[in-house]
């Protein structure tokens, strides 16, 4: 298992740099997330090669966002997040195609997203939409040489998985945010492996605690300070066979947050 961090790429922003903070501090890997359309270009494919040429580091996975609105929380969430909305997921099936493309302009084999609120009825309009919007990206997807990875948390880890044998692609897997399951109150992420261990194909270190009313999220909270048992977390992982890059993720922004990723490279080094 190889430790990496999330880069995240706008308008403006030193890619170049940014890959090198990774690099310095001890990371030789990084997810790249993108949500800003504008971006997915050649001529930014380009920049982002050189940038990769320069400092060495390995993008394991390019994390594709979409077109806004977006609300983190059970309420506006379930309206606005991934392609589960039926009003925007044509948009958005759009931009993962074009995410895809960019993708291989990259060189990189995997596609993350967030696909939102799977309705855990298959019988629902919502959600067979959904799947034929996801075959589509999935289908781009297998014609770039690429895997398409759901990240969890929005969805139960069987309905997850029942999504993925729907679609019925053999390019399809999970990027594993096991604080998500958690933020979302949706499993224990330790379970969820006896679930869907099979489809894990890259994995968020990130840390947090159960929702504690209806309305909002769980909190995030430092590696190692919340509910995630990383060492068996970690074990589990082992046990499935797992040994992909590790990338750790943490939402907040500044010094602390720094402080935060260090502390939690150094915890996950004693464990892988």
């Known amino acids: 298992m190889k430790l990496g961090v999330i880069v995240r790429a706008k308008p403006g922003v030193d890619i170049e740099a940014e890959f090198n903070k990774a690099i310095n501090m001890g990371f030789p890997t990084c997810q790249l997330v993108i949500w800003e359309e504008e971006l997915l270009t050649e001529e930014y494919a380009k ?3 050189e940038c990769v040429e320069k400092t060495g580091i390995e993008i394991t996975a390019f994390w594709c966002g979409w077109q806004k609105p977006v609300v983190w929380n059970f309420y506006e ?5 991934g392609l589960v909305p039926e009003s925007y997921r044509y948009n958005r099936m759009c931009m993962l195609l074009k995410g895809s493309d960019f993708a291989k302009m990259i060189n990189v084999k995997n596609l993350v997203t967030h696909a939102g609120f799977m309705p855990e009825n298959p019988l629902s309009e919502q959600y067979t939409g959904t799947i034929a ?14 895997n398409f990875l759901f990240e969890t948390g929005q969805e139960t880890p069987i309905t997850l998985k029942r999504a993925i044998q729907d679609i019925g692609m053999d390019n399809i897997g999970i990027n594993l945010d096991p ?11 330790v379970d969820s492996l006896d679930v869907f261990g099979e489809y894990v194909m890259g994995v968020h270190a990130k840390d947090g605690e159960y929702p504690t009313n209806g309305h909002s999220l769980g909190e995030e909270k430092p590696l190692g300070e919340g509910r995630v048992n990383f060492p068996v977390f970690i074990a589990k992982l082992k046990e499935l066979g797992y040994d992909g890059p590790i990338t750790i993720e943490r939402e907040i922004k500044g010094e602390k947050q720094i402080e935060d990723i260090l502390k939690a490279k150094a915890i996950l080094e004693k464990l892988i």
């Open 179 to 189: 604080a998500n399951l958690l933020l979302y109150g949706k499993a224990n992420p």
């Open 77 to 81: 969430g379930q309206a606005t997040l």
């Open 47 to 49: 920049y982002i090669n």
């Open 133 to 146: 919007a996801l075959k589509v990206v999935v289908n781009r997807c297998k014609e770039n040489e690429q």
